[in-house]
């Protein structure tokens, strides 16, 4: 029961992602009235990356939460801090409006790309991860 649990929340296969993927947090603009924050994030290594898994800091903590989508790519699908973008392709710029009301500011903002490989398993590329600290209040 508890490897069923562990193994559907465990974010994919962490080995054999390709080395030069990247991704960049190219600009954040908070919106404290409404608690939303705009988030560009650019692909700039050489590969398509398949979505990335989203995570939030209120402290000086690790991030830990997963932030609300309000909209952002067409073929988007948010859950659980999982965003899977389709082929976000290398130089392309992708918009992404979260709202962070429920955990009232952002101090870090935590973002780790995967790739998706033959057999339509998500590649955790956890070398490629990045934390951007921001002060959104």
Not at 57 to 85: C, H, M, Q, W
């Amino acid at each position: 029961l508890v490897y069923a649990w562990l193994k559907a929340y465990t974010p994919g296969n962490v080995e054999n992602c390709p080395e030069d993927v990247s991704l960049i947090l190219a600009d954040v603009a908070c919106n404290p009235s409404s608690k939303l924050v705009n988030i560009t994030l650019q692909n700039k290594g050489l590969f398509n990356i398949h979505g990335f898994y989203l995570k939030a800091s209120n402290s000086s903590g690790i991030p830990i939460y997963n932030l609300k989508n309000v909209s952002g790519a067409n073929d988007e699908i948010f859950l659980k801090g999982v965003v899977r973008t389709g082929a976000f392709k290398s130089n392309d710029l992708q918009l992404h409006i979260l709202n962070y009301s429920y955990i009232k500011i952002i101090t870090a903002i935590e973002i780790e790309p995967f790739v998706t490989n033959d057999q339509n398993e998500d590649i955790l590329c956890s070398k490629a991860a990045i934390t951007e600290f921001v002060n959104c209040g």
